[in-house]
């Protein structure tokens, strides 16, 4: 699975847009972007994954650049309870339970 | 919708004690279940993998084991705790793409 790099520490208002971004150059074809965050002592939450279309749910906003040597992540209007470490994780899908967790973005929501 | 459960969020066990683990997905049939161990710097440890009932594969050899006794149950065991054991332990669900993770066991062994 390529490798991605992100910021370790970003901070956000409460109601603003939160921003995440991923550099993961070496991607391949195959390869997806998945975005998971964790909150302190709990299990990582999945929130969203694309391939090259830029992506939505009702968790977040996914943007991946047309190369897709980057993506970012978007949350619309952030809460303190956004507060967590995101991760960007590049990952084929036939990787199995194959599943690498880098340092990632830890996020501080401040009122 | 899909949801996973585990239990017992939080364990205190002595060394030389057992342990047991469990972990149920409800929604879902034949998914594929796994036990991670997350170390301190959050870095994913695969400990095991099951495609079925019944069916186990261990990608660390260590003091654990598991088994998949239903369909969507699985249960992570040792029949001796070392201090080494202690940890956060995960179990997750897949089938086939993405994986997705319950609340975590946090184990400490004294």
């Known amino acids: 699975d390529a490798k991605t790099t992100q910021p370790p520490s970003m901070d956000c208002a409460e109601g603003r847009a939160a921003n995440l971004p991923c550099n993961h150059s070496?991607?391949?074809?195959?390869?997806?972007v998945y975005w998971y965050r964790q909150i302190h002592s709990q299990g990582p939450q999945y929130i969203i994954h694309?391939?090259?279309n830029n992506e939505t749910n009702e968790m977040a906003s996914l943007i991946i650049t047309e190369d897709r040597k980057s993506s970012t992540l978007i949350l619309p209007h952030a809460t303190l309870r956004d507060t967590a470490v995101y991760y960007c994780?590049?990952?084929?899908?036939?990787?199995?339970?194959?599943?690498?967790f880098g340092e990632g973005t830890q996020l501080t929501v401040n009122p | 919708s899909q949801t996973i459960h585990q239990w017992p969020a939080t364990l205190v066990q002595p060394v030389g004690s057992p342990l047991s683990l469990e972990c149920t997905v409800e929604?879902?049939?034949?998914?594929?279940l796994y036990w991670y161990r997350q170390a301190a710097g959050r870095g994913l440890q695969l400990l095991f993998y099951?495609?079925?009932?019944?069916?186990i594969s261990s990608e660390v050899p260590q003091n654990l084991s598991a088994s998949r006794p239903q369909d969507r149950q699985f249960i992570l065991s040792s029949k001796k705790l070392l201090l080494s054991d202690s940890g956060f332990y995960l179990c997750?669900?897949?089938?086939?793409?993405?994986?997705?993770f319950g609340e975590g066991s946090w184990l400490t062994v004294v």
């Open positions: 929604g879902t049939s034949n998914p594929n």
């Open positions: 070496t991607i391949s074809g195959n390869e997806y």
């Open positions: 997750a669900w897949s089938l086939g793409g993405t994986i997705y």
């Open positions: 694309g391939l090259k």
């Open positions: 994780i590049v990952r084929a899908r036939s990787s199995g339970s194959r599943l690498t």
């Open positions: 099951s495609v079925g009932i019944g069916q």
